[in-house]
């Protein structure tokens, strides 16, 4: 059973584009968090929320409760937005992190 | 600012070899954390520690796996016998309150030949 589902998996774009990557889940869930992973293999978290909006630097996290989705933008790409995007919920009740897949952007110059 | 360190960065060990990975979370945290990531898969979660003992582990955590948290500032994981299917990457998290964001080390790469 997979409870966290990303698209897309693999996303190629132009430097300043806007980037666009979703995320959904299945279970009730306590909080979302967003994580990047680079190409050396190290997580960076990136955003936590339970609800409406957050956003740092170029970066914007969204989630809907109702809908059990959540997306992260980017704006105005730049190669170094370059890395895997991962997705992952916090069940309610629990500790531990659920993983999406993850989604692959490539940013070329 | 204060980060969760790992060593070692890479860890190469026979099948059948006990190894420890360690982990240093941030100080003021109190909730610790290892997951791994077989290569070209996604992250899993392993063990959650609190309080000084095992607060939840997966299925992937069995009897060849422990934690330990030895003094006031390491976090270990030890797998007992490596099996070839142990290699993966290793992550160390920490959280200041189960609420709160982890913060993730940068891996330990374990390759058991």
């Known amino acids: 059973k997979n409870e966290v589902e990303q698209s897309p998996q693999n996303l190629t774009a132009q430097e300043g584009e806007f980037i666009t990557i979703n995320c959904s889940y299945s279970?009730?869930?306590?909080?979302l968090h967003w994580l990047q992973q680079h190409p050396g293999g190290g997580i960076v978290s990136l955003f936590m929320l339970s609800s409406g909006k957050k956003k740092h630097g170029r970066l914007i996290a969204t989630i809907n409760i109702q809908e059990k989705h959540s997306s992260l933008h980017i704006t105005a790409s730049h190669p170094r937005d370059s890395a895997v995007y991962i997705c992952a919920v916090v069940l309610i009740n629990d500790y531990k992190l659920s993983f999406g897949a993850g989604t692959t952007v490539t940013v070329r110059a | 600012e204060p980060e969760v360190t790992q060593t070692p960065s890479h860890q190469v060990t026979q099948m059948g070899q006990e190894v420890i990975l360690r982990c240093v979370p941030i100080?003021?945290?109190?909730?610790f954390y290892w997951y791994r990531q077989i290569l070209g898969q996604k992250v899993e979660f392993l063990v959650s520690?609190?309080?000084?003992?095992?607060?939840?582990k997966s299925e992937i955590f069995d009897d060849q796996f422990s934690v330990e948290r030895p003094d006031g500032s390491n976090f270990t994981l030890k797998i007992r016998s490596t099996k070839l299917e142990d290699s993966a990457m290793y992550f160390c998290a920490s959280s200041e309150r189960r609420e709160n964001i982890q913060y993730f080390g940068a891996g330990t790469r374990l390759s058991v030949l």
């Open positions: 279970v009730g869930i306590s909080a």
């Open positions: 520690f609190y309080n000084n003992e095992i607060s939840e």
């Open positions: 100080s003021n945290h109190l909730y």
